[in-house]
């Protein structure tokens, strides 16, 4: 069992830095591969990149590429997502989520979910 919490959401300005943490709790959460998503309002949930368990493995949506970087730290059971050069339609809700499996693009994979935090980019 993985306990997921985000943070780090907040109202930028298009073209501002922003780094969203999460937090797990759970004697497995070094051996699961993580990932961050997002839904912004009217839209489905979409993949915004993920890291495996070793963090050796990183992927990433086409369209942050190059903008985001996500990372993780074992010892402290925090995942990381930096975000530079923020744009108004990367506003959405951005979720935490873990799996026992593989770093996945899919949703539908991953087995624990945070309740995720707003990030708002005005123009």
């Known amino acids: 069992q993985v306990q997921l919490v985000e943070s780090g959401g907040r109202l930028v300005q298009a073209g501002d830095s922003l780094r969203l943490s999460c937090a797990a709790s759970?004697?497995?959460?070094?051996?699961?591969?993580l990932g961050w998503f997002r839904q912004a309002p009217g839209k489905e949930r979409e993949f915004v990149s993920s890291?495996?368990?070793?963090?050796?493995?990183?992927y990433y949506a086409d369209s942050v590429k190059g903008r985001f970087t996500i990372s993780r730290d074992n010892a402290k059971n925090m995942v990381y997502l930096q975000m530079n050069s923020l744009k108004p339609e990367d506003t959405a809700v951005y979720y935490c989520?873990?799996?026992?499996?593989?770093?996945?693009?899919?949703?539908?994979?991953?087995?624990?979910w945070g309740q995720g935090t707003q990030v708002t980019v005005s123009s």
């Open positions: 989520a873990a799996t026992a499996g593989r770093a996945s693009e899919r949703g539908y994979e991953y087995d624990y």
């Open positions: 759970g004697r497995s959460f070094s051996r699961c591969a």
């Open positions: 890291i495996s368990w070793s963090g050796s493995g990183t």
